[in-house]
């Protein structure tokens, strides 16, 4: 089985920290994703990475940057978090690019800036 | 412009009946792929089904079926012989060629099975 793995179910940080959330995939894959989700938005996506040390923005980039140094991992990065932040964060992996390649996501983490 | 469309915030429907989840989209690539995924309390998303944009037939994955309607721009899910297991939030999404083959999401559906 695929399995994508967030490092944390939930967190919660203080206005201003510099947060990392960090995603694993055991299926090398090159495609991996980040999105985050609130209700009656359903997912947006932040970044996406093709290939190790590429990333490109999503359709909501700002405030966030990430990190793909390894195939296998893909952070992301709130360098000073803010309560809008606040919200659930879901990484992704998919092999190659295809119409009907499907993605694989992790349990998700809550997140939880006061 | 919203890429994916789900008019239906929450449903409620009675365990053993069959229940519809609508979903448009908005595209002017001649290929693109249509996914369903189920989002349970736990949070993980769960790949249900693909229909891509020139299969000749509606996409069926045991107890869920697709109701592909092209011309419509529309991609219904169906889910039948509802289960208890089945209360979950729904979201179509959708692949394109011109989107770089990102998945765009729409809001999704809370479906609530009653017993």
């Known amino acids: 089985d695929v399995k994508v793995t967030q490092s944390s179910r939930y967190l919660v940080k203080r206005t201003g920290e510099k947060v990392f959330l960090e995603c694993v995939q055991d299926m090398d894959h090159e495609n991996m994703f980040w999105y985050r989700q609130d209700p009656g938005l359903g997912l947006r996506l932040i970044y996406f990475s093709y290939d190790v040390k590429m990333k490109e923005k999503g359709d909501i980039p700002e405030g966030y940057s990430v990190s793909r140094e390894k195939k296998e991992r893909f952070s992301l990065i709130l360098e000073s978090a803010s309560t809008n932040q606040t919200s659930m964060y879901l990484c992704?992996?998919?092999?190659?690019?295809?119409?009907?390649?499907?993605?694989?996501f992790g349990q998700g983490t809550r997140l939880t800036v006061v | 412009a919203q890429k994916i469309t789900q008019t239906q915030p929450g449903m409620f429907v009675q365990e053993k009946e069959a229940v519809t989840l609508d979903c448009t989209y908005d595209?002017?690539?001649?290929?693109?792929?249509l996914f369903w995924y189920k989002q349970p309390s736990s949070g993980e998303m769960i790949f249900l089904i693909y229909?891509?944009?020139?299969?000749?037939q509606n996409a069926t994955e045991g107890r869920y079926s697709l109701n592909f309607q092209k011309a419509r721009k529309s991609a219904n899910l169906v889910i039948s012989a509802s289960q208890l297991g089945d209360s979950a939030m729904y979201f179509c999404?959708?692949?394109?060629?011109?989107?770089?083959?990102?998945?765009?999401f729409g809001a999704g559906t809370t479906v609530t099975v009653r017993a």
């Open positions: 229909q891509g944009s020139y299969d000749q």
């Open positions: 992704a992996s998919s092999p190659g690019q295809g119409l009907n390649t499907e993605a694989f």
């Open positions: 999404a959708m692949r394109e060629v011109s989107n770089d083959y990102k998945l765009s």
């Open positions: 595209t002017s690539d001649p290929s693109y792929g």
